[in-house]
């Protein structure tokens, strides 16, 4: 048996989670507020908190960060939220909480949850943690799978070491590293972007460490490097599968002496620069073929970042969409998708991911006079995903699927994506979540919303 706390200020939802964890045979208490669950905390040693993330007064994360401060010993943290988003998620695993988990919750994810948080090791004296950090921008994405990639960002803002962002183009591995740099204790500090495959070879090396005047032809004045213009922030190699084998040499240099030595000079430069790199590429395979240093390979994924294709994460498709819409018509109205667009939307299989969608939806923007988005406004290759916007029937809907209101209609294609899934699944809940790019605990939810249990 463990003690275990609740603080949240839904007494409802407080309860239920306690009547549940009882029935586990734990001993619970309840607190509706962070600073009465910092009472608790400090009069009585639980093995376990559950936190809620939006609560009135002091919040799940200034609460987390005071935990930090204030406590010796603190217990594991899970952190509980009806409104997933990436900045809270991030900021969440950045203060040291052991997992973030979206409302509603199954009985089955308590169960999980609890059983990882009181098998992890005893928690170490918590060092101070800084406060949470402002986000001025989010990875959009409300999927099971980029709640992992939001996860992964927080454990690894929290780090030096250099961490590795793998994805298809397009997927936005700039964004990881941008979310890296804003949640870091170097957030203050510079964040330098360098794309490896637009540079030539000959010029990549003075690009990354500088040289000195007359080093080479054309070297008219001395140049610092992105190294030393990333100091004290974060360097992003991009592409980083691209760079020449005699470059990737001296870049392993700097990964383990902390120091450059410009082109031409003999002068050794510290520097202190936390890399992201980049790619797209198997480097596990480019190492094979040799045209990739193993030994770098290997510095740099220290801690790695897998960015899904969109294709994998369909539940995010239509909200990104529609946030693209409202950053081209800022700062006037935002058009909207018919829901005719938004099945074509998801019926596309995006081979240019987020980019390509992006690009779509200011395409549209630009083109389309009216309010609503119609398939027949959407880029060629998407429109004609689904044989156009009259077909309905050959998709075995309705001819008036259509002729609602978008809130109503989205509402009938989720109803009709559960269908397919677990049509495609054979019945499998499990795997129709992971099809659908979800957590089962809201695969069951929506089940049971749409009468399909």
């Not at 045209?291 to 995010?316: G, K, M, Q």
């Not at 819409?325 to 099945?343: D, F, I, T, V, Y």
């Not at 019926?347 to 980019?355: F, H, K, L």
């Not at 699927?401 to 499998?428: I, S």
Request: aromatic share 4%; hydrophobic share 45%.
């Amino acid at each position: 048996m463990a003690d275990l706390l609740i603080v949240d200020d839904d007494a409802d939802f407080a309860d239920s989670l306690r009547e549940t964890l009882e029935s586990l045979g734990h001993a619970v208490q309840t607190a509706p507020g962070g600073e009465e669950g910092l009472a608790l905390l400090g009069a009585h040693r639980f093995d376990l908190v559950f936190l809620d993330h939006r609560m009135p007064g002091m919040d799940g994360l200034q609460t987390l960060a005071a935990m930090n401060a204030r406590l010796a010993r603190r217990p594991p943290v899970i952190v509980l939220t009806a409104h997933a988003g990436s900045a809270g998620t991030i900021e969440a695993m950045r203060l040291g909480a052991f997992d973030h988990l979206a409302k509603p919750i199954s009985r089955d994810a308590v169960v999980d949850a609890v059983r990882r948080a009181l098998a992890s090791a005893t928690p170490a004296s918590a060092a101070p943690a800084p406060q949470p950090v402002a986000d001025d921008g989010e990875l959009i994405g409300v999927s099971e799978a980029m709640r992992e990639v939001h996860k992964r960002i927080g454990l690894a803002a929290g780090s030096r070491a250099p961490v590795l962002v793998i994805g298809e183009t397009g997927t936005g591995k700039e964004l990881v590293a941008r979310a890296l740099h804003r949640h870091s204790d170097r957030a203050d500090g510079p964040f330098v972007a360098v794309n490896c495959a637009a540079i030539p070879k000959d010029l990549l090396e003075s690009e990354l460490f500088g040289h000195v005047k007359g080093a080479f032809t054309g070297a008219v004045a001395e140049r610092a490097g992105c190294f030393k213009a990333a100091s004290g922030g974060v360097l992003l190699l991009d592409e980083i599968g691209d760079m020449a084998l005699e470059v990737q040499a001296k870049l392993l240099r700097v990964l383990q002496e902390g120091e450059v030595t410009p082109v031409g000079s003999h002068r050794v430069q510290k520097v202190d620069v936390r890399v992201v790199a980049a790619t797209h590429r198997d480097l596990a395979q480019a190492v094979r073929d040799g045209r990739f240093r193993e030994d770098l390979r290997y510095r740099l994924d220290v801690l790695s970042v897998r960015l899904p294709p969109l294709r994998e994460r369909l539940a995010d498709i239509v909200p990104l969409a529609e946030h693209f819409l409202r950053l081209a018509a800022a700062p006037g109205p935002a058009k909207r998708l018919s829901a005719e667009a938004a099945r074509a939307l998801l019926a596309y299989d995006w081979p240019g991911n987020v980019r390509e969608l992006r690009n779509a939806m200011e395409r549209c923007h630009a083109l389309q006079r009216g309010a609503v988005i119609a398939q027949v406004d959407l880029p060629t290759s998407a429109a004609e995903t689904t044989g156009g916007a009259g077909d309905a029937g050959s998709a075995g809907l309705p001819a008036d699927w259509y002729d609602d209101t978008l809130p109503a209609a989205v509402e009938r294609l989720e109803k009709l994506l559960l269908q397919h899934a677990l049509a495609a699944a054979g019945g499998n809940r499990s795997m129709a979540a992971r099809q659908l790019g979800i957590h089962r605990q809201l695969l069951y939810t929506k089940l049971a919303q749409y009468g399909l249990e």
